[in-house]
């Protein structure tokens, strides 16, 4: 795992980070089952000035890209019956699933008027609503992954 941070200016600030594993069986030779695809992420984050009452609002919107897991063993023990009656056996029930990049955006500001502070925080995963299937989710065998979620969140500091 990596994490890079660059503030460009005082308001405008980027993150980056990277997921990256590789892990072999040693006695086979050969990758291991279930190990997480390479993921990049890269995250803009402005933050505006502050109002009377309205401390650190911001905006943040990143893009997340997971690649296609490509190190898979081989093959493995599970019998995988061919239309022509032979059997292959393979290291898992269907292929690794393709590349996908996922948008979020998230907003959210620190409202001061009383003795404690109330975060009101908003945001929307997979803005685009892309259909994908992640590697490591034993549901990918049947229904995508989950589309946009949009939510909101309070904070109240006491």
Known sequence: DITAGYAINFHLSWKGKGSFLRAKDRTAGDWLIQMPADR???E???VFSDRKKWK??????SMENVMKQTR???SGNIEIKQTDGTVVMASDY???PAAYTLIKLE???TLHGGKNPLSLIAGADNLLNTAYRDYLNAFRY???DKGR????????SF
Not at 149 to 156: A, H, S
């Open 40 to 42: 990049i992420t890269n």
């Open 44 to 46: 803009f984050e402005f």
């Open 56 to 61: 650190e609002p911001y905006l943040k919107v």
């Open 72 to 74: 898979v063993p081989a």
């Open 94 to 96: 269907a292929p690794p």
């Open 107 to 109: 907003a959210g500001v």
């Open 142 to 144: 049947f229904s995508d």
């Open 149 to 156: 979620n949009i939510w909101v969140r309070l904070n109240y």
